[in-house]
C-alpha cells in the first residue's frame, strides 16, 4: 500500500514538474507611459514680436527643452488674438480639449479667464500681466516689475544722450507699458532731471503705423534716444533705424537684431523659472491660487546689453550699479 502511494505522488510531481516547464514564462508588466503635460498658450500678437509675445513662447520652448522636449511637454498656441472675444473662445477650447495649463498671455484678457475658469475646475489658467487671482484655485496670476528695468534704461539712456530730448511712444496707458515708462523717466530725472522725456500715447497696441509716426514726430523735435513698449514698436525702431543716428532702448524681449547698431540695451522678460513652478506645483496637485511677479533680484527680468553697441565703461557701471542698487533694496523704483 505505501509503495502504491509513493508511486502515486511521484506521479503526480513528475506531471507538475512537466507541466511548469512547459508555461511560458511571466511577461514582465509594462509601466504605464507618462503622459506629457499640455500647455497651450493664447497670444495678442505674434510669437515673433520681439516683445510681450515672444518673451512667453521662448519662455515656453525653454522649459519644454529642459523638461525632454515634446514627448515630455505639449505645446499649443493661438497668436494674434487681439480681438478679446476671440480669444476667449480659443481660452475655452484649449480648455475642453483637456489641456493641463492654459495661459491667457494678455492683460485684457481677465475677464474671460475669471468666467472660463469656473466652468473648468480641473484645468490650472495663468494670465497676465496682473496680481489677481480672483480668489480661485485654478487661476494663478503673473505681472512684471517692469519699472525696474525701465530704471536701468532710463540712466543709461541719460548720460548718452546729448540733445537732452528722449522720446517715448507707448500703446496705452496701462499696465506694464505704463510702469516700464515710469521706471524709465525715474532713472532719467536721477542722472539729470532737466532731460526732457516726451510721452506718446498711441491708443493702440497692435498699430505699427501710429507708432512709426510717433517716433518720427519725436525724431523731428530733436529726440536722440527713443523707447517704449508694446508689440508695435518696431515702427518706432524702424523710424530710429531710418534716421541711422537715433539710439534705441528696449523692453520685454531683446530687440537688437532689429537695429544691431542701435539698440543700446533691452530689458527682457524671462518667464521660465515661473512656468516650471507652475507645471510643479500642478503635478503636486496645486492648480493656481498664486501670484507671480518678475524682478531683477529673482532674475525673472535681465538687462541684455548689445555687444555690438560700444557702450562707454561709466555708462555701464552706471548701469550695473543701477541693478545692483534695486536688487539689494538702495533704490526703490515706484510702478
Not at 513528475?14 to 507611459?33: F, G, N, Q, S, V
Given at each position: 500500500?505505501k509503495k502504491?502511494?509513493?508511486?502515486?505522488?511521484?506521479?503526480l510531481?513528475a506531471?507538475?514538474?512537466?507541466?511548469?516547464?512547459?508555461?511560458?514564462?511571466?511577461?514582465?508588466?509594462?509601466?504605464?507611459?507618462?503622459?506629457?503635460?499640455?500647455v497651450?498658450?493664447?497670444?495678442?500678437?505674434?510669437?515673433?514680436?520681439?516683445?510681450f509675445?515672444?518673451?512667453?513662447?521662448?519662455?515656453?520652448?525653454?522649459?519644454?527643452?529642459?523638461?525632454?522636449?515634446?514627448?515630455?511637454?505639449?505645446?499649443?498656441?493661438?497668436e494674434n488674438?487681439?480681438?478679446?472675444?476671440?480669444?476667449a473662445?480659443?481660452?475655452?477650447?484649449?480648455?475642453?480639449?483637456?489641456f493641463?495649463i492654459?495661459?491667457?498671455h494678455?492683460?485684457?484678457?481677465?475677464?474671460?479667464?475669471?468666467?472660463?475658469?469656473?466652468?473648468f475646475p480641473?484645468?490650472?489658467?495663468?494670465?497676465?500681466?496682473?496680481?489677481?487671482?480672483?480668489?480661485?484655485?485654478?487661476?494663478?496670476?503673473?505681472?512684471?516689475a517692469?519699472?525696474?528695468?525701465?530704471?536701468?534704461?532710463?540712466?543709461?539712456?541719460?548720460?548718452?544722450?546729448?540733445?537732452?530730448?528722449?522720446?517715448?511712444?507707448?500703446?496705452?496707458?496701462?499696465?506694464?507699458?505704463?510702469t516700464?515708462?515710469?521706471?524709465?523717466?525715474?532713472?532719467?530725472?536721477?542722472?539729470?532731471?532737466e532731460?526732457?522725456?516726451?510721452?506718446?500715447?498711441?491708443?493702440?497696441?497692435?498699430?505699427?503705423?501710429?507708432?512709426?509716426?510717433?517716433a518720427?514726430?519725436h525724431?523731428?523735435?530733436?529726440?536722440?534716444?527713443?523707447t517704449?513698449?508694446?508689440?508695435?514698436?518696431?515702427?518706432?525702431?524702424?523710424?530710429?533705424?531710418?534716421?541711422?543716428?537715433?539710439l534705441?532702448?528696449?523692453t520685454?524681449?531683446?530687440?537688437?537684431?532689429?537695429?544691431p547698431?542701435?539698440?543700446?540695451?533691452s530689458?527682457v522678460?524671462?518667464?521660465?523659472?515661473?512656468?516650471?513652478e507652475?507645471?510643479?506645483?500642478?503635478?503636486?496637485?496645486?492648480?493656481?491660487?498664486?501670484?507671480?511677479?518678475?524682478?531683477?533680484?529673482?532674475?525673472?527680468?535681465?538687462?541684455?546689453?548689445?555687444?555690438?553697441?560700444?557702450?562707454?565703461?561709466?555708462v555701464?557701471?552706471?548701469?550695473?550699479?543701477?541693478?545692483?542698487?534695486?536688487?539689494s533694496?538702495?533704490?526703490?523704483?515706484?510702478?
Amino acid at each position: 500500500m505505501k509503495k502504491s502511494l509513493l508511486f502515486v505522488f511521484s506521479v503526480l510531481m513528475a506531471a507538475m514538474l512537466l507541466i511548469t516547464a512547459c508555461a511560458p514564462a511571466a511577461t514582465p508588466t509594462a509601466a504605464p507611459e507618462a503622459k506629457p503635460i499640455r500647455v497651450a498658450v493664447v497670444m495678442p500678437s505674434a510669437t515673433t514680436d520681439m516683445a510681450f509675445s515672444q518673451s512667453m513662447y521662448s519662455a515656453l520652448l525653454a522649459v519644454q527643452k529642459e523638461m525632454g522636449g515634446e514627448t515630455a511637454m505639449e505645446i499649443k498656441y493661438s497668436e494674434n488674438m487681439f480681438k478679446v472675444p476671440d480669444a476667449a473662445a480659443a481660452i475655452r477650447d484649449y480648455a475642453s480639449q483637456g489641456f493641463d495649463i492654459v495661459i491667457a498671455h494678455g492683460s485684457q484678457y481677465g475677464t474671460s479667464v475669471e468666467e472660463i475658469a469656473k466652468d473648468f475646475p480641473k484645468t490650472t489658467f495663468a494670465w497676465g500681466t496682473d496680481v489677481n487671482t480672483f480668489g480661485q484655485p485654478n487661476i494663478y496670476a503673473y505681472t512684471a516689475a517692469a519699472q525696474e528695468g525701465g530704471y536701468v534704461n532710463g540712466v543709461l539712456a541719460a548720460m548718452l544722450t546729448t540733445s537732452k530730448q528722449i522720446g517715448v511712444t507707448g500703446p496705452v496707458e496701462v499696465g506694464d507699458a505704463k510702469t516700464y515708462i515710469d521706471g524709465f523717466v525715474q532713472g532719467v530725472a536721477s542722472v539729470n532731471p532737466e532731460i526732457k522725456v516726451n510721452k506718446t500715447w498711441t491708443g493702440s497696441f497692435s498699430d505699427v503705423a501710429l507708432m512709426t509716426e510717433a517716433a518720427k514726430t519725436h525724431i523731428a523735435s530733436g529726440a536722440d534716444i527713443l523707447t517704449g513698449s508694446s508689440q508695435s514698436v518696431v515702427g518706432s525702431i524702424g523710424a530710429a533705424k531710418e534716421n541711422g543716428k537715433v539710439l534705441w532702448f528696449g523692453t520685454q524681449s531683446e530687440q537688437t537684431s532689429l537695429a544691431p547698431s542701435l539698440v543700446v540695451a533691452s530689458q527682457v522678460y524671462d518667464w521660465t523659472a515661473m512656468l516650471k513652478e507652475i507645471i510643479a506645483s500642478r503635478t503636486a496637485g496645486t492648480l493656481g491660487g498664486k501670484t507671480y511677479i518678475l524682478q531683477l533680484k529673482n532674475d525673472g527680468l535681465k538687462i541684455a546689453y548689445n555687444p555690438g553697441y560700444s557702450l562707454p565703461a561709466d555708462v555701464k557701471a552706471a548701469g550695473d550699479k543701477a541693478i545692483e542698487d534695486i536688487k539689494s533694496g538702495a533704490i526703490t523704483v515706484e510702478p
